[in-house]
């Protein structure tokens, strides 16, 4: 029981729309997406991300489908306006993308900003300002007409400075910042004062941009908040009415969802939620609950396992295992019963029928993931003790995907001797499944020989049976040796650990990739003394891995076209 009442927060007070039509309606059409990665969810993290890392995620939203993407606060940090500027002087903008900015309503800031993206052949300058009684109050000192006033003012010199650039294409995106907090009369009335000091028109469009900037109430009542404000933004047909929720309740996706049955056109958002306090509204998951329900979203999330490790990397902040979709243990059934009937699920699916698997909302191929750990991987079948016995008997320690796939590999064998696996079989099973690449397997490396420039290696290999000697190129060891392989093989993630302690320690060199053509990802390891040598039996030994299945697949298809 928490000791305060609870009669010391303010509800806030419903919306009287007693004609709503939001509820009978559904979702039939992707919204206009707006990534805020780069902007909300950067300045949500421990580090922020720096130039090299800004560009890869860049690349990443563009290549996942998003034609409109947030890239950053350029008049508050000389790192986002140097962003800014690249892109635009390299060409990083691909034609049908159009980057925003965001500044507050200050005039030296509206100016740095315009300054920023000068030159761009199109532009949103994203304009907000606080509107809700406790900011008003509180923070500016302002009744309202004050702050009417400081918003004609602010638009008005952001016109200015636009209109003497025609050489850019100019949005304005307008926010009442606390939106969800401020009474709808002055939310409405600081939007129509931004569309009229904007001047919109045919062919001068505007985006009012609603956001729960703190999550403060029910879903339905931003839907109703929503729709009051659809109704009479005008000239409606010349406004993008877009919402921003954050997850402060925890239904920022529900309210996205009900919002736009409310009359959205658009949603911003950060793949995996990430942003200030609680996040920002998840558009993956926003994205793929509509693919779910038969309305394909326009973005591509059909390896989202690469979408999540690139999102990893850029931010430093890991994916839920449970999250939505994308979580390495989502596709795992731990209950008994579960596993069944999804099993059943999987032997009754007509490959050219609705899904219907139990259990499973959504086909996990679609996303680039496997059936592989839809099996008994609960703690019966000793998935933690799994990776207790090869960490303290053998000095392992495999990243937690990796610990999902070999599970199931233990369960078959357990499945099949019917009996206790103990630390050494479970050793040895270890080794026959990632550490081999002797006889039998497609590529063996008998050795390697590293250039002095640590740039290229050359590889002494048989594969099928032919010994033959190969070269490659790369930053490294691990890029080299997938190059000399010419294989069209991704690495995901890359790990080297010592075995033991002392002088006789090996080093344990894990990878993560996946293979053109072969759905999801798997992993490969190498043993050595020497790190080098333990990095490119690694690489070997997931190619290797990864061509199996790639066969596997092959077969299943030829028997089941036959």
């Given at each position: 029981m928490i000791a305060k009442p609870a009669t010391k927060y303010q509800p806030i007070a419903p919306v009287a729309l007693t004609d709503r039509t939001w509820p009978s309606r559904s979702i039939t059409q992707a919204p206009i997406w707006l990534s805020t990665d780069l902007r909300d969810g950067n300045q949500a993290l421990f580090e922020p991300m720096n130039g090299e890392r800004k560009m890869r995620l860049f690349q990443e939203l563009v290549r996942i489908g998003f034609k409109e993407i947030e890239v950053g606060f350029p008049a508050a940090s000389q790192t986002?306006?140097?962003?800014?500027?690249?892109?635009?002087?390299?060409?990083?903008?691909?034609?049908?993308?159009?980057?925003?900015?965001?500044?507050?309503?200050?005039?030296?800031?509206?100016?740095?900003?315009?300054?920023?993206v000068r030159g761009a052949p199109r532009a949103i300058v994203h304009l907000y300002n606080a509107t809700a009684p406790a900011w008003r109050r509180i923070v500016f000192g302002m009744n309202v007409t004050?702050?009417?006033?400081?918003?004609?003012?602010?638009?008005s010199h952001l016109k200015r400075l636009t209109d003497a650039e025609p050489g850019t294409e100019w949005t304005l995106q307008y926010s009442p910042e606390t939106f969800s907090a401020t009474e709808l009369e002055v939310s409405l009335?600081?939007?129509?004062?931004?569309?009229?000091?904007?001047?919109?028109?045919?062919g001068r469009r505007i985006i009012i941009?609603?956001?729960?900037?703190?999550?403060?109430?029910?879903?339905?009542?931003?839907?109703?908040?929503i729709e009051w404000m659809h109704r009479r933004l005008a000239p409606r047909e010349h406004v993008v009415l877009s919402v921003h929720p954050h997850n402060d309740r925890g239904t920022g996706v529900a309210a996205a969802e009900l919002a736009m049955m409310a009359g959205a056109d658009r949603v911003e958002g950060c793949l995996f939620g990430n942003g200030e306090r609680c996040g920002n509204v998840d558009i993956v998951t926003l994205a793929l609950n509509m693919y779910t329900q038969g309305v394909h979203p326009g973005l591509d999330f059909s390896d989202i396992t690469a979408v999540a490790r690139v999102?990893?990397?850029?931010?430093?902040?890991?994916?839920?295992?449970?999250?939505?979709?994308?979580?390495?243990?989502?596709?795992?059934?731990?209950?008994?019963?579960?596993?069944?009937?999804?099993?059943k699920g999987f032997a009754a699916q007509d490959p050219n029928a609705l899904w219907e698997v139990p259990y499973l909302p959504i086909d996990p191929a679609d996303l680039g993931r496997t059936y592989d750990s839809v099996i008994r991987v609960n703690s019966q079948s000793g998935k933690g003790g799994i990776a207790f016995l090869?960490?303290?008997?053998?000095?392992?320690?495999?990243?937690?995907?990796?610990?999902?796939?070999?599970?199931?590999?233990?369960?078959?064998?357990?499945?099949?001797?019917?009996?206790?696996?103990?630390?050494?079989?479970?050793w040895s099973l270890f080794q026959a499944t990632y550490l081999a690449t002797g006889p039998g397997a497609a590529i063996v490396c008998h050795g390697h020989k590293l250039a002095d420039d640590g740039q290229g290696i050359?590889?002494?290999?048989?594969?099928?049976?032919?010994?033959?000697t190969l070269q490659g190129q790369g930053n490294g060891p691990i890029?080299?040796?997938?190059?000399?392989?010419?294989?069209?093989?991704?690495?995901?993630?890359?790990?080297?650990?010592?075995?033991?302690?002392?002088?006789?320690?090996?080093?344990?060199?894990?990878?993560?990739?996946?293979?053109?053509?072969?759905?999801?990802?798997?992993?490969?390891?190498?043993?050595?003394?020497?790190?080098?040598t333990a990095s490119v039996q690694a690489i070997v030994s997931v190619a290797n891995r990864l061509a199996q299945r790639r066969g596997e697949g092959t077969r299943a298809a030829t028997t089941a076209a036959a």
């Open positions: 986002d306006f140097d962003f800014v500027r690249r892109l635009i002087d390299e060409d990083q903008v691909p034609a049908d993308v159009t980057i925003m900015v965001m500044t507050q309503s200050r005039p030296d800031l509206i100016e740095r900003t315009v300054e920023a004050q702050v009417m006033e400081f918003i004609d003012q602010n638009v009335r600081a939007c129509q004062t931004a569309i009229q000091a904007w001047g919109v028109g045919p941009n609603l956001p729960t900037t703190v999550e403060n109430a029910t879903p339905n009542v931003f839907a109703d908040q999102a990893e990397e850029c931010t430093a902040l890991p994916v839920h295992p449970r999250h939505p979709y994308a979580g390495d243990l989502v596709f795992t059934a731990f209950s008994g019963s579960h596993q069944d009937a999804i099993k090869l960490e303290r008997e053998h000095g392992v320690v495999m990243p937690r995907r990796m610990q999902v796939e070999f599970s199931a590999v233990v369960q078959r064998q357990t499945d099949a001797s019917e009996g206790e696996m103990t630390g050494d079989a479970l050359e590889l002494d290999v048989s594969i099928d049976g032919t010994r033959q890029a080299a040796t997938v190059d000399a392989l010419g294989l069209p093989l991704r690495v995901d993630h890359y790990e080297e650990r010592a075995t033991g302690t002392g002088a006789n320690a090996q080093a344990l060199a894990i990878v993560e990739a996946a293979l053109e053509g072969v759905a999801g990802s798997t992993f490969g390891a190498g043993a050595s003394h020497n790190i080098v």
